[in-house]
T-cell receptor, first 113, second 109 residues
């Protein structure tokens, strides 16, 4: 049982480049989330998808787009990377049926130069 | 005021000690609460859920005080392997969680 998987694990981009971070879960969860974690800031919500076919902005959505491809997959896209987007990105999933525990993927470490 | 506040620590304790962390939250409508553990450069992992006044799991006890809006985590008989950052997490509704910045624990031999 893989839980939540993320690819890639590490990525270095130049300013202005684009990339997509992939996330998949095999727990049949309804809700999925993208967070970023920066030193001293804690986890901040970028976007979330409460159910297949819906997406909503979180606390820090600027510079990102998301796609809920199906119930299993939720991708995060950086259209034009900026150094301020250097961070660790975590994907998480939640059953969304009255239980609010979230389960996290291993993260993607992104550096934008 | 931050929605979830924690003392960043670090808390330095010897093996076998008992240590407690507190966390305060600002939204009185919050209904569910969690403690997550995060090891260096790893993802957060669920340690305990706190849905009522408290919860106990082995050496770990979480308590909730709704009147004062704080949650505590007590670790008894600390192990070296308990060294990590402990995140206080609050569900504020709309299926979203708010994470504290974490309390760092260092257990020494």
């Amino acid at each position: 049982n893989a839980g939540v998987t993320q690819t890639p694990k590490f990525q270095v981009l130049k300013t202005g480049q684009s990339m997509t971070l992939q996330c998949a879960q095999d727990m049949n969860h309804n809700s999925m989330y993208w967070y970023r974690q920066d030193p001293g800031m804690g986890l901040r919500l970028i976007y979330y998808s409460a159910s297949e076919g819906t997406t909503d902005k979180g606390e820090v959505p600027n510079g990102y787009n998301v796609s809920r491809l199906n119930k299993r997959e939720f991708s995060l896209r950086l259209e034009s990377a900026a150094p301020s987007q250097t961070s660790v990105y975590f994907c998480a999933s939640q059953t969304g049926q009255g239980a609010y525990e979230q389960y996290f993927g291993p993260g993607t470490r992104l550096t934008v130069t | 005021r931050k929605e979830v506040e924690q003392d960043p620590g670090p808390f330095n304790v010897p093996e076998g000690a008992t240590v407690a962390f507190n966390c305060t939250y600002s939204n009185s409508a919050s209904q569910s609460f969690f403690w997550y553990r995060q090891d260096c450069r790893k993802e957060p992992k669920l340690l305990m859920s706190v849905y009522s006044s408290g919860n106990e799991d082995g050496r770990f006890t979480a308590q909730l005080n709704r009147a004062s809006q704080y949650i505590s985590l007590l670790i008894r008989d600390s192990k070296l392997s308990d060294s990590a950052t402990y995140l206080c997490v609050v569900n504020t509704g709309f299926q979203k969680l708010v994470f504290g910045t974490g309390t760092r624990l260092l257990v020494s031999p």
